[in-house]
């Protein structure tokens, strides 16, 4: 089992940045994919990122690709979601998932774990 915890959403101007973090437990965590997807009110949930197990292959939604970074820290079993340059369509609930199985995962039945999600809200 993996529980994962998500922290460092908030309401945030058009334009503002916000990092956000998720906590993993479990001590296999740096042999995961990680992922970030996010869901706004009325909308499916949908791929934002994906880091590899050692950092060594990232992958970004059209959408986010040159604003939002993810990154990890296998030493403090945590994953973050830089998000620069936001806008109100990035308004959503933010969600970090555990893959465990070979490969990138860009959809959400590819993830077998996921965090109770934090809210982001970018104001215009």
């Known amino acids: 089992q993996v529980q994962l915890v998500e922290s460092g959403g908030g309401l945030v101007q058009a334009g503002g940045s916000l990092r956000l973090s998720c906590a993993a437990s479990?001590?296999?965590?740096?042999?995961?994919?990680m992922g970030w997807f996010r869901q706004a009110p009325g909308k499916e949930r949908e791929f934002v990122a994906v880091i590899s197990w050692n950092s060594g292959s990232t992958y970004y939604a059209d959408s986010v690709k040159g604003r939002f970074t993810i990154s990890r820290d296998n030493a403090k079993n945590t994953v973050y979601l830089q998000m620069n340059s936001l806008k109100p369509e990035d308004t959503a609930v933010y969600y970090c998932?555990?893959?465990?199985?070979?490969?990138?995962?860009?959809?959400?039945?590819?993830?077998?774990?996921w965090g109770q999600g934090t809210q982001v809200t970018v104001s215009s």
């Open positions: 479990g001590r296999t965590f740096s042999s995961y994919v």
């Open positions: 998932a555990v893959k465990t199985h070979y490969g990138l995962g860009l959809t959400t039945p590819d993830y077998d774990y």
